[in-house]
């Protein structure tokens, strides 16, 4: 995969931008904490573009293995021959390589990138018997949502001290109106009521939701009002439905929703 050919649309919120390109002159690994939606992968693409370097992602699971990884033996024609896996892509060719919520790949799997997130920077291939060193421009870069994991999904002490760790949250208001906007194409004053929407189920507390409106499904909701729904109807159908299937927990959300949104006139543009 090549660098996109434009900047991805990234607002910065702190320092994270600064921390990362030091991180990445210096050869480190990098961890991107935070919740669901916030953010974090269209920082890395942004990222990727300022420092010239492909990007290549991974979407961990519980059933990725190391060979997913890595790579394996295939038969093509007859014929087997090796066929590298993403990460090893990445290594050969100093791209950017990102496992999104790494926690969610087995442990054994991960323990495969202790010597490429240490001083070594080397991925040995079992199979084919070589230890390779990682191409200048190659870095690391593992998320996850503490928030979310369970006890049992978490990252082992020896892999996050490998790592140089920067945390996400939701942007400021204003900073998450000009995101809204942006992204939906749609206006600030109907960007404005969505982000004080979110900010009030944020507010929540023991809501029976286990994820909160992220700015993901804020700029979802606005492509809906870009395309003529009402902010009431867009918000129903992109915010309160996917974070819940609760009836109880439902019908709370949609009275904050008739609660702080206008009615189908509003929010279509400046």
């Avoid at 991107?32 to 990007?55: H, I, N, Q, S, W």
């Avoid at 394996?72 to 496992?99: F, K, M, N, Q, S």
């Avoid at 979310?148 to 001290?161: A, N």
């Avoid at 702080?260 to 929010?267: D, F, M, Q, R, S």
């Amino acid at each position: 995969m090549s660098a996109p050919a434009s900047r991805p649309f990234y607002v910065a919120v702190g320092n994270e931008e600064k921390v990362f390109k030091a991180a990445f002159r210096q050869g480190l690994s990098v961890l991107l904490k935070g919740p669901t939606g916030c953010g974090k992968t269209r920082f890395l693409e942004a990222m990727a573009y300022d420092v010239g370097r492909p990007l290549i992602t991974v979407s961990c699971h519980d059933d990725l293995t190391t060979a997913d990884l890595v790579g394996r033996y295939l038969l093509r024609g007859g014929e087997t021959e090796w066929v590298d896996g993403p990460l090893t892509r990445a290594v050969r060719e100093g791209a950017i390589c990102y496992l999104d919520e790494v926690v969610e790949a087995r442990q054994d799997t991960t323990v495969v990138l202790h010597p490429l997130s240490d001083h070594r920077r080397q991925l040995p291939i079992e199979r084919l018997g070589q230890i390779l060193d990682a191409a200048p421009g190659f870095c690391l870069v593992v998320s996850y949502n503490p928030g979310y994991q369970s006890v049992l999904k978490d990252l082992k002490d020896s892999t996050r001290q490998r790592m140089v760790a920067i945390e996400f949250g939701f942007p400021t208001p204003d900073v998450e109106e000009k995101i809204v906007a942006h992204e939906a194409g749609i206006g600030a004053d109907a960007a404005a009521e969505l982000v004080r929407l979110a900010q009030a189920i944020r507010r929540v507390e023991n809501g029976g939701l286990r994820e909160v409106s992220s700015t993901r499904v804020l700029i979802s909701a606005g492509r809906l009002v870009a395309e003529g729904l009402s902010p009431r109807e867009a918000a129903a159908a992109a915010i309160a439905g996917p974070l819940t299937d609760d009836p109880h927990v439902s019908n709370g959300l949609r009275e904050m929703i008739d609660a702080y949104l206008t009615g189908p006139e509003a929010g279509r543009g400046n």
